[in-house]
């Protein structure tokens, strides 16, 4: 299974903002729409990640407030990317090491869309549901001609 299944489930609706917002206004687009995370888009290149955790980050750092702090200061620059033909096993891989929750999808410099540890996660039990399915009907249908013969 590929990115490309993900999304093509998910659909492509994307929340970005821009670096030089601030990140009270960040804030208020994740609580509205009820997301985790917004890609950080400069001039229609993806230059970071705002999730959650840099947010907490941020506010711990400011004493409790995110005062007039812009999302530069508290998102992540280096964010892990996926392209749309990377491997289900191998996002899997890139987000358990670096412990990210959210990947962008990019195909060159082009932003495809977002996935989610819940996206792999759904998919992986999606997969595991089918096939578990398909094999009791499987099992099920057994012809009683193709039984081998006991020799003992």
């Excluded at 509205?32 to 290149?45: A, N, Q, Y």
């Excluded at 891989?93 to 410099?109: F, G, I, N, S």
Aim: aromatic letters at 6%.
């Amino acid at each position: 299974m590929k990115v490309s299944d993900i999304l093509r489930v998910k659909g492509n609706t994307l929340y970005t903002v821009s670096p030089d917002e601030p990140l009270a206004r960040a804030l208020g687009t994740m609580g509205e729409k009820d997301i985790g995370s917004l890609v950080v888009m400069d001039h229609g290149d993806l230059v970071g990640m705002l999730t959650f955790r840099e947010v907490i980050q941020q506010v711990v750092k400011n004493g409790g407030s995110v005062g007039t702090t812009i999302v530069r200061t508290a998102m992540d620059d280096a964010p892990l990317t996926c392209t749309m033909e990377t491997e289900l096993d191998e996002v899997r891989r890139m987000m358990l090491e670096r412990h990210a929750r959210y990947m962008p999808v990019m195909d060159k410099k082009m932003l495809m869309g977002v996935i989610s540890f819940y996206d792999v996660a759904k998919a992986v039990v999606d997969a595991q549901n089918f096939e578990n399915k398909m094999l009791k009907a499987y099992i099920r249908d057994w012809p009683e001609d193709d039984v081998p013969d006991s020799k003992f």
